[in-house]
């Protein structure tokens, strides 16, 4: 049980003229799953081991319920993490990976033993035991760096990558396995990933990294439905969110040829960047009154949805529309799409920041 | 050939190529024991049989010459020697050539590269050109003829190799298991000793087998650095059947045989380890 709180840290290597991290603050409430999701390379890695105690901090200050932790080395803080690659220690056993660390704190060898059988129970390696790590498949060993965390009952768990070396359906259990894990355990945890269908489906909430910086925080639905940039806009969500240029006017938006009633605190003419959501556009026959008119160029049918690409062919991006199973467009058509303006996000031609935005009437 | 039809008393081309093989193997092999073997034999022949017929079969055997080389020549205190001063810089180097290793491969430190630089490049260095000095060093110190100072001798020769070899095998366990036992409450020290050595052990068995045989067969250091007669290694052994006139060639194989028996245990033990070792992959 504890609370996280990181302020201002920043991360500069020696030699690397940019901060991996820069001037990173959130809080991670007690009992709170918090997600650091980005795209490689965005510092959300260098954060965690900031925060695990693997990193030193270049400035900034570290605190685990109010201790600063600054300096204080990693075997002191009190935290587990589950690596990408496991770590399982080779020349072990499984019994020894996961009593490695409660050996160090625990001197009571039979109480080892009671919390090393009872983990190894609630996560089905009973029978494993007694195997060393190259013995086991994908999904034992990351059940294994799992149960090693669980087992030293730490303050915060942190986690990084653990899924990626699965395959999709074990991931897919795995996850929902961390999700009931983290309900049941109501502990602080604090999850690295590139996947935003974990970051989606697990955290209590996002925090979005960039060029390391927090481009966002918050929850899930709340980071989709708002990006708060135009980076969170295209990182997340799968197709990314349609961007498209538009104007402001006396009575809301244009948008190519359409006139949009929403409402902006932006001087009339100043340009504008749109962002639609895949599935919040739905073809219409009133071409006047279109957001985006185009040919269809492709479309992928996945079973449950299916996705329809449109080019307008005029040099502006394509645009993807999300679809049901099945959908009246063919191929080579022109079609023209339309959106609730409720759904319309604004975000400024320039920085790509979010623009607040109402709809009129 | 061409219209040879199928019948037993042809040979397939694959079982052709396995009779080469074997036959080359088989001469290999006798070409390169055959020198241990003649040793063997004359260990057990005396110098006048020896000198009537080079090459004849040991007949009658004469396995005193074992007792007496070992009892009235001095070789019991040889073996010993050997032994405890082999042991004594094995063990050493071991655990430094160990700890430097495990620093090269895992710590950042100003001037790691120099050091490493430093350290390895001595082995270019012939022994000839070191042992003048190293004399003058060990006399010095107080320590020449003393194991104390062919320990440490051959301690500061085998280094560089030892941690070049192991520094190699270090820096391919990956990062995360030292991370991951820092996480879970070990100290650096209690790390190496508990991560690090163990899962190095095929790199370390294989500088422990590679030293072993290249100390217990040194000469040079030892007949320059030692001189009382009580003090001499196995190798030395052979100076005691060797006068200004005669050579009794006859007790110099059986003391040979004496020195080369443990090097053959340890290669007929541990040859497997030691090709592991020395292709081991990556640690999974």
Redesign the interface.
């Known amino acids: 049980m504890a609370v996280v709180a990181l302020d201002t840290i920043c991360k500069r290597y020696p030699g690397g003229s940019e901060k991996a991290v820069d001037s990173v603050s959130f809080t991670v409430a007690d009992g709170e799953f918090m997600v650091l999701l980005g795209p490689s390379g965005c510092g959300k890695s260098t954060t965690l081991r900031m925060i695990a105690g693997l990193e030193s901090i270049s400035s900034g200050t570290i605190a685990i319920d109010g201790d600063r932790m600054n300096g204080v080395p990693a075997k002191n803080r009190d935290i587990a993490m589950v690596f990408q690659s496991y770590a399982l220690y080779p020349h072990m056993t499984v019994r020894d990976n996961l009593g490695f660390g409660l050996k160090r704190r625990q001197t009571d060898r039979a109480e080892v033993k009671r919390r090393v059988e009872e983990v190894a129970a609630s996560i089905g390696l009973t029978d494993y035991l007694g195997r060393k790590p190259h013995a086991l498949s994908g999904g034992q060993r990351q059940r294994v760096a799992l149960g090693r965390a669980i087992v030293r009952d730490p303050k915060v768990f942190l986690f990084d990558e653990p899924l990626s070396n699965l395959d999709a359906a074990l991931r897919v259990s795995t996850r929902a396995e961390l999700v009931r894990l983290h309900r049941a355990l109501t502990a602080t945890m604090i999850y690295v990933t590139h996947d935003q269908v974990e970051a989606m489906t697990m955290g209590d909430r996002v925090c979005i990294m960039s060029e390391g910086r927090i481009a966002q925080i918050g929850r899930p639905m709340d980071v989709y439905m708002h990006p708060a940039s135009t980076f969170v806009a295209r990182f997340l969500g799968n197709p990314p969110m349609n961007l498209m240029e538009g104007a402001a006017t006396e009575t809301g938006l244009r948008v190519n040829d359409a006139a949009v009633p929403v409402a902006t605190i932006l001087n009339s003419g100043s340009a504008v960047t749109v962002g639609v959501r895949p599935e919040d556009l739905v073809p219409t026959d009133k071409a006047d009154n279109a957001l985006f008119s185009g040919q269809v160029t492709g479309i992928e049918p996945l079973g449950a949805e299916t996705l329809v690409h449109v080019d307008a062919r005029d040099g502006s991006p394509p645009i993807i529309v999300r679809g049901p199973r099945e959908v009246a467009a063919r191929l080579d058509e022109t079609i023209h799409l339309a959106c609730d303006p409720a759904m319309i996000r604004l975000f400024d031609a320039q920085t790509g920041i979010a623009i607040s935005s109402k709809e009129l009437a | 050939m061409a219209t040879a039809r199928p019948s037993s008393v042809f040979i397939s081309p694959a079982s052709l190529k396995m009779g080469a093989l074997v036959v080359f193997i088989a001469l290999y092999t006798a070409y390169s024991s055959g020198p241990f073997v003649w040793v063997a034999m004359m260990s057990l022949r005396t110098t006048t049989e020896i000198a009537a017929d080079p090459y004849a079969l040991p007949w009658p055997l004469h396995w005193e010459k074992f007792a007496s080389a070992w009892t009235d020549s001095n070789y019991d205190a040889y073996f010993v020697n050997s032994v405890t001063v082999v042991l004594a810089a094995v063990a050493i180097l071991t655990v430094i050539g160990g700890m430097a290793a495990h620093c090269f491969a895992r710590y950042r430190f100003r001037f790691r590269g120099v050091l490493y630089f430093v350290i390895f490049s001595t082995i270019i260095f012939p022994p000839q050109v070191t042992v003048i000095g190293l004399f003058q060093i060990l006399v010095e110190y107080g320590l020449y003829n003393s194991r104390v100072g062919l320990v440490l001798v051959y301690v500061s020769i085998q280094l560089p190799i030892t941690i070049y070899i192991l520094e190699a095998f270090f820096a391919r366990i ?1 990062n ?2 030292f ?9 650096e020290w209690s790390i190496f000793w508990r ?1 690090a050595l ?2 190095a ?1 095929p790199a370390i068995s294989t500088t422990i087998i590679l030293n072993t045989i290249l100390l217990w067969n040194e000469f040079l250091y030892a007949v320059v650095l030692i001189t009382e007669d009580d003090k001499r290694t196995l190798p030395l052994g052979v100076l005691r059947f060797m006068g200004d006139q005669l050579e009794d060639v006859g007790m110099i194989a059986t003391g040979l045989m004496i020195a080369i028996v443990p090097v053959v245990l340890i290669y007929v033990f541990f040859s497997e380890r030691l090709i592991q070792g020395m292709t081991a992959g990556a ?2």
């Open positions: 990956p995360d298991l991370d991951a036992a820092r996480i879970d409450g070990y100290s991560i163990p899962v052990l640690v999974k």
